[in-house]
């Protein structure tokens, strides 16, 4: 079942607190009346968010035709309430319409306020949700800007906190995370419950995507304490929905499963229909995902989250809804539903943002490849299979490419720092020189000194460069735990046999019972045993081998000019050595043993990585099955 990060992503948007007090009727209200304030309807709209949401856009509407009674101030205010409203409800459309609204009348204003900064992070929200990031990240920093000018710490806040939301999703990770820090610093000063809530939730979203899964959950015990404090339940539910993705992350599915149906069970009648939408598709996905899958009991439950599916407009929300539907239709082998459903989501992925498309299109191609495979249609399933893997190099490249993107802008602004060093550097010495200087002499010795300190430190800053570049290339291609290579690399390596038509071998290998190692261990401790193996293997392999770290505890091992019966060999040979080694003496763990799966090239007529892959895949399912610490080929 396909998890995508952007998908997770998504989950910052939250709706305000249901609680089980007694509704408010339409009859406690009338506002027909000038007498009313708007500051009372203001109240009452806000209790009633929390005990009858259902009964707020009928509100809403019933002022609307009044509000020109209302001072400038209050109509501001109205807007602004109304579009908070529609955005935590997920009608992103409607919200932006009414922060727009919004904004005109504020122009009319004598001074601006804070409330304007306000405005643009709910019409900045929306547009974000609707697809249109650059004008989103626009309304954000406006909105921040305006903030500071004002001197208003919280909104401050607030800002700060989209802002490094969005450049987390732009995979702008290091950014993020200061930007966050500055919002860190002023929050954690400010004694303010609901925003401490809110960026605990972006922390530990910005944690899930840096693979740093256990610091999230941290983030999103701190988020629901905070919440629960500021009385906002089911922005609590909310972050318990972060808890069970980033449990789901770690594979502890049973323990996100009990989770999920908790919060299910004490509050789905007050929640949005956008939040009970991802509660549901996480227990589809939880169920699917299982050691023992139920994926009629997961289809049922995916069927239930597309009850709730049209209350958001989320963007790209309804092709990732089609493609895990999909998936699951093809698990239960209903193929012909899969080819409607694939009809369907293919007219929907040209219109979704660019990474999500690239994302989509490689979980379509993959689905519609395996579901014809199945149908016997080979010849059409071979073709969809290397329009995924071009797909699979594409998003790898992309992938790989951000990231040294990123280093890149951090060195060159490192760079920056040096040259403003180095002028620095060149005043200062001038001016010494100028000042100090009694004789022609003196002043010539001084000037000759700047210039052999500015020389060398030129000089610094060009080594520096040379060595930011080798890092920059070494981390393209390298896992970052362990230093062997990436699947970046392997599929690099593996289209350089397939080009020259050098037959090969594949070995995927999987640390035996490892779960148990973290939960009783740490993972910290099973962090090195990951290393460990990593190092025993890559030291026993020739120089033309690639070892390669696929993620948690799975290698790869790619074997050029070798034959299936030499690469069964070399597992052996391997799981003998990862099961001899003192594990007790030099880690203090139980021993450790590996359960391997080989396949050579031949093994498929496609001559495809993935498939390949899939076929040592499923050998090492069958060695895991006869017992562990075995070979299977």
Request: glycine letters at 4%.
């Amino acid at each position: 079942m396909s998890k995508n990060k952007t998908m997770f992503s998504a989950l910052k948007s939250i709706v305000f607190t249901c609680t089980f007090i007694l509704p408010i009727t339409l009859t406690h209200l009338v506002y027909a009346n000038n007498s009313a304030s708007y500051a009372e309807f203001e109240s009452q709209i806000k209790e009633l968010e929390k005990t009858a949401p259902q009964q707020v856009p009928a509100l809403l509407d019933e002022l609307k035709d009044d509000i020109e009674q209302y001072s400038l101030s209050d109509q501001i205010k109205y807007y602004l309430l109304s579009a908070d409203f529609f955005n935590n409800r997920g009608n992103f459309t409607t919200a932006n319409t009414l922060a727009n609204k919004g904004l005109e009348l504020a122009k009319q204003q004598m001074s601006p306020s804070a409330i304007i900064s306000e405005l643009l992070y709910s019409r900045g929200f929306a547009l974000e949700n609707l697809g249109d990031s650059k004008s989103a990240m626009r309304d954000y920093q406006r909105g921040t800007q305006l903030a500071e000018s004002l001197n208003h710490k919280v909104y401050t806040a607030y800002g700060y906190i989209n802002i490094g939301a969005m450049k987390y999703l732009a995979r702008q990770y290091q950014e993020s995370l200061q930007t966050l820090n500055k919002a860190r610093n002023i929050a954690e000063q400010a004694d303010d419950s609901e925003l401490l809530g809110y960026l605990y939730s972006e922390l530990g979203i910005l944690h899930s995507y840096i693979n740093d899964v256990e610091a999230s959950l941290d983030f999103y015990e701190m988020s629901f304490n905070n919440y629960v404090k500021a009385g906002q339940t089911v922005f609590a539910s909310n972050a318990r929905l972060n808890t069970a993705s980033a449990l789901m992350e770690l594979n502890r599915y049973d323990e996100a499963i009990i989770v999920l149906k908790d919060v299910l069970g004490k509050y789905e009648n007050e929640m949005s229909q956008r939040l009970a939408y991802y509660f549901y598709t996480r227990l589809a996905t939880c169920y699917s995902e299982l050691e023992e899958p139920n994926y009629e009991l997961a289809y049922q439950y995916l069927m239930t989250a597309g009850k709730y599916i049209q209350g958001t407009d989320a963007h790209d929300v309804p092709v990732f809804y089609l493609l895990e539907r999909g998936e699951l239709l093809h698990q239960l082998d209903r193929h012909v539903e899969v080819d409607e459903v694939l009809a369907q989501a293919s007219e929907m992925i040209p219109s979704m943002s660019n990474v999500n498309q690239l994302y989509s299109n490689t979980h379509f191609y993959s689905l519609k490849a395996r579901s014809l495979y199945k149908q016997e249609q080979f010849e059409d399933a071979l073709a969809n299979r290397k329009v995924l893997h071009q797909l699979l190099l594409d998003r790898y490249e992309k992938e790989q490419q951000d990231e040294v993107d990123e280093m890149r802008m951090r060195f060159e602004s490192e760079q920056a720092d040096v040259v403003e060093q180095i002028l620095q550097e060149q005043k200062a010495i001038n001016n010494i020189a100028l000042e100090k200087a009694k004789t022609l002499s003196q002043f010539h010795w001084r000037v000759a000194l700047g210039t052999c300190v500015i020389a060398l430190l030129v000089a610094w800053g060009f080594i520096k460069l040379v060595r930011k570049q080798e890092v920059l290339k070494h981390a393209s291609v390298t896992d970052p735990l362990t230093g062997v290579a990436n699947r970046y690399q392997l599929l690099r390596e593996a289209d350089k046999l397939i080009d020259t038509n050098t037959p090969f071998s594949i070995l995927i290998l999987d640390i035996d019972h490892f779960k148990v190692v973290n939960d009783t261990l740490g993972h910290s401790v099973g962090d090195k045993v990951i290393k460990k193996v990593a190092q025993l293997g890559g030291d026993s392999m020739r120089q033309k081998d690639t070892f390669v770290r696929l993620g948690g505890e799975e290698f790869v091992v790619l074997l050029p000019s070798v034959n299936l019966k030499q690469a069964q060999e070399t597992a052996e040979r391997l799981r003998i050595l990862v099961s001899q080694f003192p594990w007790q003496d030099k880690l203090n763990t139980p021993p450790i043993t590996i359960s391997l799966g080989v396949a050579d090239s031949t093994v498929v007529e496609s001559n495809v990585i993935e498939e390949i892959l899939k076929v040592a895949d499923e050998k090492l399912y069958e060695a895991k099955s006869l017992g562990r610490n075995r070979v299977c080929s």
